[in-house]
């Protein structure tokens, strides 16, 4: 009988330590549709979880701007993103501790190759389309550039990049505003080639960041999980997996990354136009 006490007070205990284990929600920026990003997402937050044991689970809104409200809204724990180093944003204390492999990023603007527009003077009131309002490398950063040379354009958002492109190819814009990573993998996946009219300065890729309402143990926990993925025979194998699903290097896995890294963004916020800031 006391065996049995015993057993039940372990069990009850081991029952509760999980009840009072927080869920913590990730959202990563939509850099593809919906299918493709959960396709992406959802078997690296499983193994993550798995190791760390912290719990995560994926939330993504229907375009990027989406996912940016529930985060402004504080309705998230962890990103995957680049939108919130603004001056008014990096107040709301998100702490920088991952990022993925890859060379470093630019901002582009291009035409389909066989398109007549050789300059950008020549997009003067054409559309062109954009992933979105809050993408920082594919939006902001081009859109500063036209501005700055005081070229207005119609700018056409459609939700994610993978819908820009399809814009552009059904001829409802006559650019893309995307970042240089994201047009060589529609190439290469593809076929399509691009005539890139400007490219700007070189920015790293997205961020992993953690709220500040996140223990310092439970980031602590990611933080080893994500950036160990790939030395492990398992975390190998769904990394090159997940990577395939979107057409991305079959290598690519976490680093370790520091709020420091991502300064050339705070130098874009300090000299561009309002109207992107």
């Avoid at 009840?19 to 993550?48: C, E, G, H, L, M």
């Avoid at 054409?126 to 920082?136: C, K, R, T």
């Avoid at 709220?211 to 950036?227: H, L, P, Y």
Wanted: hydrophobic share 45%.
């Amino acid at each position: 009988m006391l065996r049995l006490l015993i057993s039940l007070c372990l069990l009850m205990t081991s029952l509760q330590a999980q009840a009072q284990q927080p869920v913590y929600r990730f959202s990563p920026v939509n850099q593809w549709d919906i299918p493709k990003t959960a396709a992406y997402w959802n078997p690296i937050i499983q193994y993550v979880s798995q190791q760390s044991g912290v719990q995560l689970e994926l939330k993504i809104g229907r375009t990027s701007a989406d996912t940016t409200a529930y985060v402004l809204a504080q309705e998230v724990e962890f990103v995957f993103s680049n939108h919130l180093f603004s001056p008014e944003r990096d107040k709301l204390g998100w702490k920088v501790f991952g990022r993925r492999t890859g060379p470093a990023l630019q901002g582009q603007i291009a035409v389909l190759d066989n398109s007549p527009i050789r300059t950008l003077e020549e997009l003067s009131k054409q559309d062109m389309v954009f992933a979105g309002p809050e993408a920082f490398v594919g939006y902001r950063v081009p859109q500063a550039e036209l501005m700055n040379r005081g070229i207005e354009v119609n700018a056409v958002f459609a939700g994610n990049q993978n819908a820009a492109f399809a814009q552009l190819l059904a001829g409802k814009a006559k650019a893309v505003g995307s970042n240089s990573a994201l047009i060589d993998g529609f190439t290469e996946k593809q076929g399509t080639k691009f005539r890139v009219l400007w490219t700007s300065e070189s920015y790293l890729d997205l961020a992993l960041m953690a709220s500040g309402k996140v223990s310092t143990k439970d980031v602590r926990a990611v933080t080893n999980a994500f950036i160990n993925m790939h030395k492990s025979k398992a975390g190998a194998l769904i990394l090159k997996q997940a990577s395939a699903s979107v057409g991305m290097d079959p290598n690519s896995h976490f680093l370790p990354a520091y709020d420091k890294d991502y300064e050339s963004y705070r130098r874009f916020y300090a000299t561009a136009p309002m109207a992107v800031r």
